[in-house]
């Protein structure tokens, strides 16, 4: 089993529709983060968590918000989906200190009609 | 925030040839990762680089980062189908509030057998 899954897989959703990504991870870290990749501009940073009580936004967060409900999962919401946040979202997670590696969830490819 | 430019956006190459992607920052910084993502994957670590000029080998693979800590490559020596995928640089500032990893736009490896 991965160590950082995300669900759904593949979702396609219409326009206003709130939607929430998942993302639950069996390593044991503390950090969790939400990318989002677009083709052509890489990934791109929406939220990030260094632990249960810490939120914090990234490069992106317009649009979304976040729900860190234990050290284990962390999802990610589109309160009003629009197509321009069509894209493959990437949860991740690393250790402690300034060092770490990321490890990243198999996406999840989302569809805003 | 920071940004890193990365060069070039896509690599055609003949099987046997070399590779090199090239990663550039303005601003210097505290170390640098290395990730490359498969077609239809996710991104995998491959290596984080930390001391001015510092250079790592793994088999065919050459990870620098520059004597300024400003710019950094990764060179593969006769390329191989396995090679394809997308490469990204992600670097982290050094500059206080600088924690997060930025990503490269990434650059795409085609190698034709």
């Known amino acids: 089993d991965a160590d950082v899954t995300q669900t759904p897989r593949n979702r396609i959703t219409k326009t206003g529709k709130r939607i929430m990504l998942e993302c639950s991870q069996t390593k044991g870290h503390d950090r969790m983060y939400w990318y989002r990749q677009d083709p052509g501009l890489g990934l791109r940073l929406i939220y990030y968590s260094f632990d249960v009580k810490d939120i914090n936004k990234g490069e992106i967060s317009d649009g979304y918000s976040v729900s860190r409900q234990a050290q284990a999962k962390f999802s990610l919401s589109l309160e009003s989906a629009i197509p321009n946040q069509t894209a493959l979202y990437f949860c991740a997670t690393s250790g402690k200190g300034l060092t770490g590696e990321l490890f990243f969830g198999e996406g999840s490819r989302l569809t805003v009609l | 925030g920071q940004q890193v430019m990365q060069i070039p956006q896509y690599q055609h190459v003949q099987e046997g040839e070399d590779f090199t992607t090239y990663c550039n920052s303005s601003t210097t910084l505290s170390n640098i990762q290395w990730y490359k993502q498969r077609p239809g994957g996710h991104p995998v670590f491959l290596i984080q680089?930390?001391?001015?000029?510092e250079v790592k080998k793994q088999k065919r693979l050459t990870f620098q980062f520059g004597e300024a800590k400003k710019n950094s490559s990764l060179h593969i020596t006769a390329t191989q189908t396995t090679d394809v995928g997308t490469y990204f640089c992600?670097?982290?500032?050094?500059?206080?509030?600088?924690?997060?990893?930025?990503f490269g736009k990434g650059t795409k490896l085609s190698v034709i057998p």
């Open positions: 992600a670097a982290r500032g050094s500059g206080a509030g600088s924690y997060q990893l930025t």
């Open positions: 680089l930390v001391k001015s000029g």
